[in-house]
């Protein structure tokens, strides 16, 4: 198995993003034989137009990440734009991308149906992530739910080239956590920037505790008893707790009686001893930018030698190595 995910450095990390996508990504590092993951900085450009923000937050991405366990010995880690051959391939596939497949992707779709302007990097967005998946033969790739349409690109892209040039690429999978595909946030919406609905990684325990307080939930009386599988509360306290624990919950939840401030605490509890680890290892982090650097470097040069094969077997195969 050859697993490569990417993560945009839009913002701190939050739920949503480690449970739907970068717990899989530590898991992974341990089954795969090769893991590549990195921090997709091209693509936050679509959104991100602020170049020391966007700076910081690549920085702070691959911390975030090395605190909540990619390891460097087992996964390489680098920053997307490190890898300059992913954007030729992404030029290789383009030639051959519908417009009719690209105005079907969601990104695209949702601004232009806002009435907003988009440009061509949004609208070419999911050619790039092709690229991206495609440079390394990566055949799985971890993602919450959202992405899985972007994946089903990919593939297709790569099938056409294949059909065209002969073989020269392998055709990916996603891999979807069933139980945490898409997060709730606070207001029960999927969580998401885009959303202001996050409790994000690194929230200092305070900040967690505050805005689990202000979880959405109904106004039913307590004795009345309410169905775990319907609520988000349970959802997100479902994450953290052990199955013990989630199963107790669940029969309280069906009895009625319980209160949301109790789930609340207890999720705020649990949260804040989860992430605790990573939180010390975040700190730690801080003080070692050169460290980080130096991870992002050496990850960065195998990432390219990997990227550079393949790019050479999609040009050999179209005609442009002449
Ligand atoms: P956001 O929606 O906050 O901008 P991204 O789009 O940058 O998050 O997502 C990064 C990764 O985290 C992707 O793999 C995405 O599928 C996953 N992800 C984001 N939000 C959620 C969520 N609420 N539930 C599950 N996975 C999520
Ligand atoms: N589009 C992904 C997101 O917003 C980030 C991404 C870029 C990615 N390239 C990728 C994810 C390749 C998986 C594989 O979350």
């Known amino acids: 198995m050859r697993v490569l995910?990417?993560?945009?450095?839009?913002?701190?990390?939050?739920w949503g993003n480690y449970f739907g996508a970068i717990r899989q990504y530590v898991q992974l590092q341990y089954e795969a034989d090769e893991a590549f993951y990195f921090i997709a900085n091209l693509h936050a450009l679509t959104t991100l137009r602020d170049a020391a923000q966007l700076r910081q937050y690549t920085l702070d991405a691959a911390m975030d990440l090395l605190a909540l366990g990619i390891d460097p010995d087992r996964a390489t880690l680098f920053v997307q734009s490190d890898v300059?051959?992913?954007c030729e391939l992404c030029w290789l596939l383009m030639t051959g991308t519908p417009m009719g497949l690209l105005e079907r992707c969601h990104a695209y779709k949702d601004k232009k149906a806002k009435g907003l302007l988009a440009d061509a990097g949004l609208f070419t967005y999911p050619v790039l992530q092709a690229a991206d998946i495609l440079a390394y033969d990566a055949d799985t790739v971890p993602v919450g739910e959202d992405q899985v349409q972007h994946i089903e690109v990919c593939r297709d892209l790569a099938a056409s080239f294949n059909h065209e040039f002969g073989p020269v690429f392998v055709l990916p999978q996603a891999k979807v956590m069933r139980e945490a595909a898409k997060v709730p946030g606070i207001d029960g919406e999927k969580m998401s920037k885009s959303y202001n609905n996050t409790i994000d990684i690194f929230d200092p325990p305070e900040v967690v505790r505050k805005k689990v307080m202000r979880i959405k939930t109904?106004?039913?009386?307590?004795?009345?008893?309410?169905?775990?599988?319907?609520?988000?509360?349970?959802?997100?306290?479902?994450?953290?707790?052990?199955?013990?624990?989630?199963?107790?919950?669940?029969?309280?939840?069906?009895?009625?009686?319980l209160g949301y401030a109790e789930v609340k605490t207890a999720l705020a509890d649990l949260s804040v001893d989860f992430f605790a680890e990573a939180r010390e290892r975040r700190r730690?982090?801080?003080?070692?930018?050169?460290?980080?650097?130096?991870?992002?470097?050496?990850g960065g040069a195998k990432a390219r030698k990997k990227a550079?094969?393949?790019?050479?077997?999609?040009?050999?195969?179209?005609?442009?190595?002449?």
Do not use: N, W
């Not at 307590?222 to 013990?244: G, R």
């Not at 730690?284 to 050496?298: A, C, F, T, Y």
């Open 5 to 14: 995910s990417g993560i945009q450095p839009t913002g701190r990390f939050h």
């Open 284 to 298: 730690q982090l801080e003080s070692q930018p050169e460290r980080v650097r130096e991870i992002l470097g050496d």
């Open 218 to 257: 109904d106004s039913r009386p307590v004795d009345q008893p309410k169905d775990p599988e319907t609520d988000h509360l349970f959802q997100l306290y479902s994450l953290f707790a052990p199955e013990e624990a989630r199963e107790a919950m669940a029969t309280r939840y069906r009895r009625g009686g």
């Open 308 to 322: 550079a094969e393949v790019l050479e077997r999609a040009r050999d195969a179209c005609g442009i190595r002449y």
């Open 84 to 86: 300059p051959q992913v």
